[in-house]
């Protein structure tokens, strides 16, 4: 793999039909301290890393409120602002108690303060792409969306997606407001979210996954995962980001990281083209591997 790849090689996406972004992104969550509370350990790196996301064509970075919280998005806004061409996206939904503890929370008048205050964070009269962190299950779903057909009526975001949610959420969510993206964990080996991202692709909403990196036992010694990177010189996990980025057009996967190297790592599964039948190989064998997990 050549040193000079960037994220451009991954190719583009139009979110929401109109707004361009490279397809492989960054996910700001390990930015913070441990149980992603707090400051991080090393701020100094993490200042470095964020700078050079730019460098290595990233246009797309996903944050949230709940991540440190705030801190995440401060960081952000102290390397990158103003962001030029850069789509900063967050989340609001989930309130947190402590280390580790993430709540929902959806309230309309707590999203709408949310998106608000995460606008003076970041610095920006308007967010390009809000989503809703987590569907709260002790309000009522069509207020939470009402709260974000609000939020992007008066202009406070451009965009909204959604996050964690089923296929007749996102249903009933583009009921109330046009839905330009969906954030659900999915990776070479949890397909859970395999019907939702079929959706997305059907409707052309993007589809950030988040743990894309995750590969667990696919790993062994002698896997088709293992003996792919080695034909690669890559690293089993730049090989399953290579996957996920081969999977479907409207994938936006956004690996995350507290360190320069690891960052550059990752931008470098992009120049990893996968031929049709190691994508076939590690389709498989990721699939055998969620049949067992259900």
Not at 193 to 210: A, H, N, R, T
Not at 269 to 281: C, P, T, V, W
Request: charged share 20%; glycine share 10%.
């Amino acid at each position: 793999m050549s040193g000079k790849v960037t994220a451009a090689k991954s190719g583009s996406f139009r979110l929401g039909g109109t707004t361009a972004i490279h397809r492989l992104g960054f996910g700001s969550m390990r930015t913070t301290g441990p149980g992603i509370w707090g400051p991080p350990e090393d701020r100094a790196e993490v200042l470095r890393t964020l700078k050079r996301l730019p460098d290595l064509g990233i246009t797309f970075v996903d944050t949230a409120d709940s991540y440190g919280p705030d801190i995440a998005e401060e960081l952000i806004r102290e390397a990158l602002h103003p962001y030029g061409a850069m789509l900063i996206a967050t989340k609001a939904g989930l309130a947190r108690t402590g280390p580790s503890q993430w709540t929902p929370l959806g309230r309309p008048e707590y999203l709408i303060q949310q998106a608000h205050t995460s606008c003076h964070r970041l610095g920006v009269e308007q967010i390009g792409l809000w989503q809703l962190h987590r569907i709260d299950p002790k309000v009522p779903r069509d207020e939470q969306f009402g709260a974000v057909k609000s939020l992007i009526d008066s202009g406070i975001i451009r965009h909204a997606g959604l996050s964690q949610v089923s296929v007749p959420d996102i249903k009933a969510a583009q009921k109330v407001f046009d839905v330009a993206s969906v954030q659900n964990r999915y990776n070479l080996a949890d397909r859970a979210s395999e019907d939702v991202l079929e959706y997305c692709s059907s409707q052309g909403i993007g589809f950030i996954p988040w743990f894309p990196l995750a590969a667990g036992s696919l790993t062994r010694a002698g896997s088709a995962l293992d003996t792919i990177a080695k034909r690669h010189r890559a690293t089993p996990g730049q090989v399953a980001l290579a996957w996920v980025l081969k999977r479907s057009p409207v994938m936006l996967p956004i690996p995350g990281t507290s360190k320069r190297s690891h960052l550059e790592e990752n931008v470098a599964a992009a120049g990893i083209e996968l031929s049709d039948a190691e994508f076939a190989s590690l389709d498989d064998d990721g699939k055998g591997i969620a049949l067992t997990q259900q």
